[in-house]
């Protein structure tokens, strides 16, 4: 493309509305040294700089702030298994250390994370193996195996509410096996916490679609999310009121040939809640 | 938690405030929310329309940051851009997800009367500091062309694409990316000197 066909496309540059092709078009272009474009290039962003003083604005409540940086003080747990992990890695059970020492680290960081932010007594209930084993079946075989999440209870672990559930389950994707996540659903703020490992971490920044639907009907949540470079991914996805506690849960890779749930593709019934 | 001291308000710097965020200072969030949330919940709140449902984009654009505090390239975009198109974003995702997408499209429409309601309801002395700054844009934007005012606001207010906005004011999309592009260069060279912008 010339320079003129180019600009053109900035301001959806920015704005992050092109495809993959055009951002590589524009980017080596500018990379290349094209002084006139990149004068351009950074025009516009002034512009939009500009325009976005003048965006419509609404008072954030200070309860609202409070409840952002309380999510951002749990989610430092959360991505941060370093610290979970050499606390709780050698607390695992013997079924843990069957799955994948990263999945396992990433459990252990989870519960770690709610120990630390609950102080009841209860047990909770933990995710089983099953998921890792579904990962060598064909999907239909798959997609029957209910992860329910009434596995076995260690005995460390119970410094966790009885709210909280958690389970596991693992992508068959394309290619399979290269996904697995744990959901943790938190009905006392009404979340459901997806936490992503893609293993082993390659390749680079691939997206994901993932898709949660109320008892395999009603979709509650479609979400794209991106592996980073250790493979990880973490997202939080708020849920309305679940009347029915299985969900169904939906894992592909964006360039997946279907783009919408199907019975063919990885289909995991997730039970969360009582 | 308290709100933030006044003086360490007025004396932010964003990017010392970004650097502080990636070391998971809590505080520097705060103040990042102070500074900027306004804007990034108008934003949200004129694209989805639901007050809750703004907050909780708004709740994912700033974790964001917190979580993947390299995403944000200083050297690319001013902090409040990139939130702000984070915002965009993120709230376009969140109604393209809604099945009911043309219903919720005229609700836009008529939320951004609604929005601008707000926009002198702040209260926090930081968005005080950048009220001049913010009225001398909106002076700028109302002096622009009708259509190239519509365009850009359509385009960035409501999380319509080119091709929707094109649909929408029923020009073609090559005037409309027209517009909306001689738009943001008259913002630009009508204030950058003004505000010490590039």
Known sequence: MDCKSLQELFVEYQLGELDEGQVDAIERHISNGCEECEREMSSILIGIDLLFEAAPSTPVSQARLTKIVERAKRSQYLIDTGSGTAVLRNSMPQYALTISAYVGSLAAGLLFMMAVSQSGSIPISLQNDRASSNAHLPPSQARTDSLDGQGIVPSDFRMVQPEYRTTEFVSLGHPPSQFRATAVWDPLVGEIHFFGFQFPPAPIDRDYILWVEQAGTVPIAIQTLRSEENGSCFFTIKTPLVTTPRLFVTLEPKDAPVKQPSDDLQLWELQVGN | ?198
């Not at chain 2, 710097?13 to 108008?42: F, N, W």
């Not at chain 2, 951004?112 to 707000?118: A, F, G, L, V, Y």
């Open chain 2, 1 to 198: 938690m308290s709100r933030v001291p006044k003086q360490e308000l007025a004396e932010y710097d964003t990017k010392e405030l970004v650097d502080r965020i990636a070391q998971r200072e809590e505080l520097a969030l705060s103040m990042l929310i102070e500074v900027y949330g306004p804007r990034v919940l108008g934003l949200c709140r004129s694209i989805v329309g639901e007050q809750l449902e703004a907050e909780s984009v708004m709740s994912d654009v700033f974790l964001e940051l917190w979580n993947r505090p390299q995403s944000y390239d200083a050297e690319r975009a001013s902090i409040a851009t990139y939130l702000l198109t984070l915002a965009r974003s993120r709230s376009i995702d969140r109604l393209r997800r809604r099945s009911s997408q043309t219903v919720q499209m005229e609700k836009i429409m008529s939320n951004e009367t609604q929005s601008t309601r707000h926009d002198h309801s702040e209260t926090s002395e930081a968005a005080a500091l950048l009220l001049e700054k913010r009225q001398q844009v909106q002076c700028a934007l109302l002096r622009l062309p009708k259509q190239q005012r519509d365009a850009l606001q359509l385009a960035f207010f409501s999380g319509l694409t080119h091709r929707e906005v094109s649909a929408r004011l029923q020009l073609p999309l090559g005037t409309i990316k027209s517009h909306i592009r001689k738009g943001l260069m008259q913002l630009k060279s009508e204030l950058a000197d003004t505000l010490e912008l590039g």
